[in-house]
């Protein structure tokens, strides 16, 4: 069985921080593979450990984020990885990353299965697995919390807003896991120092025949609610039960029940 | 010279960090608390590959070196600040080392493989009622007995005598020992493997008890008697009468880790001060650390730990580069100085930074609540003893730079 893994870099989320304006310090942020992405990682090298698998990790782009995020699959276990060789990374469209993923793995494949995370943990668009997935071919299981990959297919139980299903998919398919499906390994130092020699591969934009996208018009947008600091007494029984009948029609008022 | 860590140690301290963060930040209070390290998370230590690191493969371990087991126990230390994990692991590394080194094949493929998985305990036992500084004169004595040996005496102030009683496999010792008869000298010291607990099965011959500590409650301390313990002549460590050697060269691998546990805790002590120093606000909004009272002397306690740093992974990088690897160029004494750099420099920068972060935390810093005083109890146990105390430190750098013509502890 031969599997790909889409990984993307991105900010640690729970480490940003922003400035007095409100920007956030982008520069000073941590730059990891995110929880979700760690997780599909996870489900790959589990169906290596069960089945036997060719696990191949990829990202899309060339910085130093992107390289360091293949080492550290290959570290958690997988057997080759690649970095699609592609300037400027952070501004490209979701549908350039697709492309790229699915034309990577036509070149390279057949695969069986492409795992990936469900969201970025910064942008958490949640479409590129779908779109890989409609460009290959592939039959899609988007959102799993749970996967179970036997020879030919795999069942998965994903939980979407209107309740969970459980899907059984035959391959070639496309799986995006959630961060509640697994605890993804940590590498051990032994895991480290064996993946201390392989080789980080680079594929470029020609060989995979793909055009690039930039994003052109990027503008930051600043969600900021302005606090109304309405106070309401609360210091006896009256007050208190006046307060609350002030409190309701107030948020009924607002919207927001 | 290059003062930066390689890519792979990198690696693995982010790797060591995640795992401390996912299983060691949530529980090390309970850990202190309860004085007691769950067995669950020795064993995930154990299946982390944090134990025996610096042991060869071929003896389970992981094949890597002091400076990864220095950076695994500073960043176990950094998430469990009153170091009980982070000592208890440096145990694991330090000893299994030394043992590796001078023990024989059979003592090793017998005990170094259950010690790396988590499943058994080996320690050091040196110190006795009478102190611990002065190795020549302990009066434990080994007496040969055809292809054994029996051994009687009485060891105290040793870590890990209740954990050997709880771990599956059970677990032991470096023990030194007189050769025959309790005389004072190092030239009459033999060092064996002594296991009180082996395959799940205590012996009635060693006689353990708990000692009740002021901090880093976690990893346990105690003493036990040892009567008539019988040890085959294969797990005797070493020739006979060069002990003492052995065990003072083992002294030194422990100290590195010993003081890269003391840098771990000090360094979470001073990043909580600093963040604490950054949300306080006093006079009319003013955080405390635009106040010069703090911010000098928090320059003056980073200068400190980062020279602390300094001297761990500098002995680390020679025990790496130089013990282990038999250079020709070395004598083992080389480490000495170094190593007493590190051991004598990182616990008392440890609870300096401690007193002053308390202090800038003021009433709150003195409350449980702050946790700050756990990590200071614990770092000051390494200012009192533990692989050597603070004195003997002084004594080692003074014989060897000085000249041990004018620096001699037998007058």
Redesign the interface.
């Known amino acids: 069985m031969r599997i790909i893994v889409a990984l993307k870099p991105t900010y640690d989320v729970s480490q940003l921080k922003f400035d007095s304006e409100g920007v956030p310090l982008l520069d000073t942020c941590p730059v990891t593979l995110g929880e979700a992405d760690k997780c599909a990682l996870e489900e790959a090298l589990k169906v290596k450990g069960s089945l036997g698998a060719t696990v191949v990790a990829v990202t899309v782009g060339q910085s130093e984020a992107h390289i360091k995020g293949i080492k550290d699959a290959l570290a958690m276990g997988a057997d080759e990885g690649y970095i699609i060789k592609i300037n400027n990374a952070w501004n490209i469209s979701s549908i350039t990353v697709a492309n790229a993923i699915a034309r990577f793995a036509v070149v390279t494949g057949p695969y069986d299965i492409v795992f990936t995370g469900s969201g970025a943990g910064d942008t958490h668009s949640s479409i590129i697995g779908p779109m890989v997935s409609a460009l290959l071919g592939y039959r899609l299981v988007a959102n799993a919390d749970k996967v179970e990959v036997k020879e030919q297919k795999a069942t998965a139980k994903c939980t979407m807003e209107d309740g969970t299903y459980n899907y059984e998919v035959e391959f070639p398919a496309v799986i995006t896991v959630t961060s509640e499906a697994n605890e993804p390994r940590i590498p051990t130092l032994k895991a480290i120092l064996r993946s201390k020699n392989m080789q980080v591969k680079e594929i470029g934009p020609e060989q995979l025949g793909l055009s690039v996208e930039e994003y052109k018009d990027i503008k930051v947008i600043k969600h900021m609610v302005e606090r109304k600091r309405v106070i309401m007494e609360a210091s006896d029984q009256k007050s208190t039960e006046e307060s609350v009948v002030k409190l309701l029609t107030f948020l009924k008022d607002e919207g927001v029940i | 010279m290059n003062y930066e860590f390689s890519?792979?140690e990198k690696?693995?301290r982010e790797?060591v960090e995640?795992?401390c963060k996912?299983y060691i930040e949530p529980r090390w209070v309970e850990i202190d608390e309860k004085g007691h390290i769950p067995l669950d998370l020795i064993k995930r230590l154990g299946e982390?590959?944090?134990f025996a690191?610096p042991v060869p493969?071929k003896y389970g371990g992981?094949?890597?070196n002091m400076t990864?087991a220095a950076i695994a126990v500073e960043e176990i230390a950094y998430h469990d600040p009153a170091v009980a994990v982070a000592v208890y692991t440096l145990l694991q590394n330090g000893w299994p080392l030394a043992l590796s080194i001078f023990g024989s094949e059979a003592a090793k493929q017998e005990i170094l493989p259950k010690v790396a998985s988590g499943d058994a305990f080996f320690g050091i036992g040196s110190t006795e009622p009478q102190g611990g500084s002065d190795v020549a004169g302990i009066k434990t004595v080994a007496k040969r007995s055809g292809n054994k040996w029996v051994i009687n005496g009485e060891k105290a102030y040793i870590s890990g005598v209740r954990e050997i009683s709880e771990l599956p496999e059970g677990g032991g010792y470096f023990l030194v020992s007189k050769t025959e008869k309790a005389e004072w000298g190092h030239k009459n010291i033999t060092d064996f493997v002594l296991l009180p607990k082996w395959h799940g099965k205590m012996s009635e011959k060693v006689k353990p008890t708990v000692y009740d500590e002021i901090g880093r409650h976690g990893i346990s301390t105690g003493g036990f008697k040892i009567e008539d313990f019988e040890v085959d002549d294969e797990f005797r460590i070493g020739e006979i009468n060069k002990g003492f050697y052995y065990v003072m060269e083992g002294f030194n691998i422990a100290r590195v880790l010993v003081a890269a546990a003391t840098i771990g805790s000090a360094r979470w002590a001073l990043d909580k001060g600093a963040e604490w120093i950054r949300e306080r606000k006093l006079f009319q909004g003013k955080p405390i650390a635009s106040f010069q009272g703090v911010n000098f002397r928090f320059a003056e306690l980073y200068a400190e730990l980062e020279a602390a740093k300094y001297f761990v992974y500098r002995a680390a990088w020679m025990v790496d580069n130089t013990y282990l690897t038999n250079s020709p160029r070395f004598k083992p004494r080389d480490l000495d100085v170094p190593v007493a750099l590190a051991k004598m420099k990182g616990p008392e920068t440890a609870t300096r930074i401690y007193e002053e972060v308390l202090k800038w935390l003021g009433a709150y810093g003195y409350t449980k609540e702050s946790n700050v005083y756990r990590g200071w109890l614990g770092t000051f146990s390494y200012t009192i003893g533990a692989e050597g105390s603070q004195n003997i430190m002084r004594y080692v750098i003074a014989r060897e730079v000085i000249g041990k013509e004018y620096v001699s502890h037998t007058g």
Request: proline content about 0%; glycine content about 18%.
């Open positions: 890519e792979e690696r693995f790797s995640e795992f996912r982390q590959g944090l690191i493969e992981m094949g890597g990864l």
